[in-house]
């Protein structure tokens, strides 16, 4: 049996070239909140199925090896299902079940493309690299997985890892794949860059999958890098209408997605420079604060035209949200009648725009929260809904 599995070599990782450096070194390292350890999962459940006699390849001696693994089978909610092969090392069928079961919530993770040829995984201690490959993915829980769990990007590296498991087969030598590098000339990483034919595909997909569907949660400087080294490397993976459930769903437009931030007055004006949008947590019990995120959203003004009538203006820095604006009026309130009371043009201090605004019965569904913090500094809260992915 051929062993073809992937693993991160430093050197390799960090060699610069001579010419047109790439702009990153690995594309596994680049933000660890491309998928977080609280997104989603299709892990739906693991079956312990006894022991039994399994090939499976330790990088720790670098052969393929016979083992009486504890086997598990696990099943996920979009239809997949792998069997987890444990080294008898772990010592027992409950700390193989743990381990099992972790790593398999966090291949759930990944989109169903890169599990569609994923028939196996091999768990082994030991200080060594992930790997891809064979229709499987080999994983060492020694000192670099929890390196990897230490810096966040464990998901990453395993979405690396299936690229190589699910799409290199069909992709890694695809004509249109080939003609996309030599489209582009460039190369996102020097890893990629040195082993065009072995790691591009997989350096190219992350950023590609940051920039399509994470915009978000990932800085200008990659999604620019993105754009411009890479663009036809792009189109063909968008052209792959790849399922990538759970972390991408049809619904994934229609979530409620808040835009918050202060800003200042200038005139009748309410300016926020520096928008943001936060995610990384969930609701109830599991609400961690130190999970929480913060990614920058864009811009956006509210001027003010009446007691109860203002029109927004917005640009966002991801292109899904664009720019845009429209009126706006407001629930009734005591603010505005006291706004009223004393006229628009002569109206004291700058709470009487607190309260909610919205733009009429045609955004009826969404709407804006404004308050006015000590020192007349204004906060908005935006309630709306997800871009389209």
């Known amino acids: 049996m051929r062993c073809r599995f992937i693993a991160f070599s430093l050197g390799a990782l960090f060699a610069v070239g001579a010419v047109a450096a790439p702009p990153y070194s690995g594309t596994v390292f680049l933000d660890p909140d491309i998928i977080l350890a609280s997104d989603p999962s299709a892990f739906a459940g693991l079956t312990p199925a006894g022991r039994g006699q399994r090939q499976m390849f330790d990088r720790r001696v670098n052969v393929f090896a016979s083992f009486d693994a504890y086997l598990f089978q696990a099943a996920y909610s979009d239809g997949a299902s792998v069997e987890v092969q444990v080294n008898p090392e772990f010592g027992s069928a409950s ?56 810096d966040g990007i464990l998901e990453e590296v395993l979405l690396h890892e299936a690229v190589h498991t699910s799409l290199d087969p069909a992709h890694a030598a695809a004509p249109g794949w080939l003609a996309a590098q030599q489209a582009d000339g460039d190369f996102i990483s020097t890893y990629g860059r040195d082993f065009p ?28 890098n993105v754009a411009r080294v890479m663009p036809a490397r792009s189109a063909y993976f968008e052209g792959l209408n790849l399922d990538l459930r759970p972390t991408v769903t049809d619904a994934a437009s229609n979530d409620q997605y808040w835009i918050s931030g ?45 007691c109860s009538g ?63 913090l000590e020192g007349d500094v204004p906060f908005v809260a935006w309630f709306t809904y997800g871009a389209p992915r």
């Open 95 to 150: 700390d193989a079940q743990t381990v099992a079961g972790f790593y398999a919530h966090a291949i759930g993770q990944l989109p169903r493309a890169l599990r569609e040829r994923l028939r196996t995984v091999w768990i082994h201690k030991g200080d060594e690299a992930f790997g891809g490959g064979n229709d499987n993915l080999l994983i060492h829980t020694g000192s670099i997985a929890a390196q990897y769990l230490a």
């Open 262 to 306: 202060v800003g200042r007055f200038e005139g009748p004006t309410l300016i926020v420079d520096e928008a943001a949008s936060t995610f990384g947590t969930e609701f109830g019990a599991g609400f961690d604060a130190a999970r929480v995120r913060y990614a920058d959203w864009g811009s956006l003004q509210i001027r003010f035209t009446s």
């Open 197 to 224: 034919g072995r790691e591009d595909l997989a350096e190219s997909f992350l950023p590609w999958f940051a920039a399509r569907h994470r915009p978000e949660r990932i800085d200008t400087t990659l999604r620019d």
């Open 310 to 372: 203002a029109v927004l203006e917005y640009a966002a820095t991801d292109p899904r949200f664009g720019s845009g604006g429209y009126p706006l009026s407001r629930l009734p309130s005591a603010a505005q009648r006291r706004c009223e009371s004393q006229g628009f043009a002569n109206v004291s201090g700058k709470d009487w725009i607190v309260g909610a605004w919205f733009g009429g019965d045609t955004r009826s569904g969404e709407g804006l929260l404004l308050e006015v």
